[in-house]
């Protein structure tokens, strides 16, 4: 299957579907503290879905257990939500998407458990302002490489390394539809970008080496040194001018 365009009236859906992505993010990164479980914010997730109208998408996909992926300090992606214990210093990757009236929305931020040290606080920084260059990049004409090459240049300008193994993606009724977003590439390379595509973009940034491990639970994946990862992701829609992004409030 190629790249598919969505209508003006799709994206208005993956719109709203964002947007309340968005809300039920910002709901979750004002509880996390030090001291709670991180179960508590999938029952959240689970809870805040269900008053504005929409499905979490992560659980049961490929057997996901949770609503929500929650991967803390050294976890890059698929945390399982249960009984760990969150302290003070953490950082939490929060990754969250939903289905609203047919179509998906996905988004991810990382947040401080309390006080966290320079280094991490840098590190997150970083990871956000990847994320934005990448999304700079994403207008009419040119080439999904150009976002690669962005989000890697700029956390590499930074001293960090992006994670290779995973990757951003198309979306729209399906939660991964084509093409795969790599966060690292060369610019003028691949698919021309043209109005009407929605694609979500997720730079994962490690402090230390890009490679990474999976582990025991075949879900959770770390960063292979042990160094601290940060994740940030937006759905965006390409549009005749700048791109816009969709999972905001």
Same mark, same amino acid.
């Given at each position: 299957m190629g790249i598919i365009i969505k209508s003006d009236r799709e994206i208005a859906v993956m719109r709203q579907a964002g947007r309340i992505v968005a809300t039920i993010l910002g709901i979750l990164s004002k509880q996390v503290r030090p001291g709670m479980k991180t179960r508590e914010l999938d029952i959240i997730a689970s809870r805040e879905s269900a008053r504005l109208g929409a499905k979490p998408s992560f659980k049961g996909y490929r057997g996901f257990p949770a609503n929500l992926c929650v991967s803390v300090n050294d976890e890059i992606v698929h945390g399982i939500p249960g009984k760990r214990v969150l302290n003070e210093g953490d950082i939490v990757s929060l990754? *969250?998407?939903?289905?609203?009236?047919? *179509?998906?929305?996905?988004?991810? &931020?990382?947040?401080?458990?309390?006080?966290?040290?320079?280094?991490?606080?840098?590190?997150?920084?970083?990871?956000?302002?990847?994320?934005?260059?990448?999304?700079?990049?994403?207008?009419?004409?040119?080439?999904?490489?150009?976002?690669?090459?962005?989000?890697?240049?700029?956390?590499? /300008?930074?001293?960090? !390394? &992006? &994670?290779?193994?995973?990757?951003?993606?198309?979306?729209?009724?399906?939660?991964?539809?084509?093409?795969?977003?790599?966060? *690292?590439?060369q610019p003028g390379t691949g698919p021309v970008l043209k109005k009407g595509m929605t694609l979500a973009l997720e730079p994962m940034v490690n402090i230390g080496?890009?490679?990474?491990?999976?582990? /025991?639970?075949?879900?959770? &994946?770390?960063?292979?040194?042990? /160094?601290? !990862?940060?994740? *940030?992701?937006?759905?965006?829609a390409i549009t005749e001018a700048e791109p816009e992004v969709l999972t905001i409030v």
């Amino acid at each position: 299957m190629g790249i598919i365009i969505k209508s003006d009236r799709e994206i208005a859906v993956m719109r709203q579907a964002g947007r309340i992505v968005a809300t039920i993010l910002g709901i979750l990164s004002k509880q996390v503290r030090p001291g709670m479980k991180t179960r508590e914010l999938d029952i959240i997730a689970s809870r805040e879905s269900a008053r504005l109208g929409a499905k979490p998408s992560f659980k049961g996909y490929r057997g996901f257990p949770a609503n929500l992926c929650v991967s803390v300090n050294d976890e890059i992606v698929h945390g399982i939500p249960g009984k760990r214990v969150l302290n003070e210093g953490d950082i939490v990757s929060l990754d *969250f998407g939903v289905i609203f009236d047919g *179509f998906q929305g996905d988004a991810a &931020v990382t947040v401080a458990v309390g006080e966290i040290s320079p280094q991490a606080r840098q590190l997150l920084e970083a990871t956000q302002a990847a994320l934005n260059a990448g999304i700079a990049a994403a207008y009419p004409g040119a080439r999904l490489g150009d976002i690669s090459a962005a989000i890697q240049n700029y956390a590499e /300008s930074k001293g960090y !390394s &992006v &994670v290779r193994e995973y990757t951003g993606h198309g979306i729209g009724r399906e939660m991964h539809e084509e093409p795969q977003i790599p966060n *690292f590439g060369q610019p003028g390379t691949g698919p021309v970008l043209k109005k009407g595509m929605t694609l979500a973009l997720e730079p994962m940034v490690n402090i230390g080496d890009w490679r990474t491990r999976l582990g /025991s639970d075949h879900w959770v &994946v770390f960063t292979a040194d042990g /160094s601290l !990862s940060a994740h *940030f992701e937006h759905t965006i829609a390409i549009t005749e001018a700048e791109p816009e992004v969709l999972t905001i409030v």
